[in-house]
């Protein structure tokens, strides 16, 4: 859904790194990727998962080792819930397309 809306939309100036694993978490080849982007200023994570299911907590540590000095790590994504889906499909496009706009922009 990133990648697809930052195409409509013509950006040029984000970068999507799909993370394909996260244990054993591939520091040193994430941290290689990271470096192509010198000027970004803010890197997001971002998740489709609630904040409490998705591998946000386990990962952040590793994901700030990633950063230079002059990068903030933030995240974008559902906030915590009990449940991993709403149960209420157009609630779960609502909450999507609000996840995709706010880490475009976040990022923009």
């Known amino acids: 859904d990133l990648l ?6 013509e950006i040029s100036n984000i970068a999507i790194i799909r993370l394909e ?4 978490f591939p520091l040193s080849e994430l941290r290689i990727e ?6 970004a200023r803010e890197v997001a994570w971002c998740q489709e ?6 591998c946000w907590y386990q990962i952040s540590y590793y994901l700030e080792k990633t950063l230079n ?9 559902r906030e915590g819930s009990p ?3 709403v149960g ?3 609630l779960f496009v609502a ?9 475009l922009a976040v990022l923009n």
């Open 4 to 9: 697809e809306a930052r195409r409509a939309r």
């Open 21 to 24: 694993q996260a244990h054993p």
């Open 34 to 39: 990271v470096e192509k982007y010198t000027n």
């Open 49 to 54: 998962e609630p904040k409490n299911q998705g």
């Open 69 to 77: 000095s002059s990068q903030i790590l933030s995240y974008v994504g």
């Open 83 to 85: 449940s991993p889906a």
């Open 88 to 90: 209420y499909y157009k």
């Open 95 to 103: 909450q999507q397309q609000k996840m995709v706009n706010e880490a």
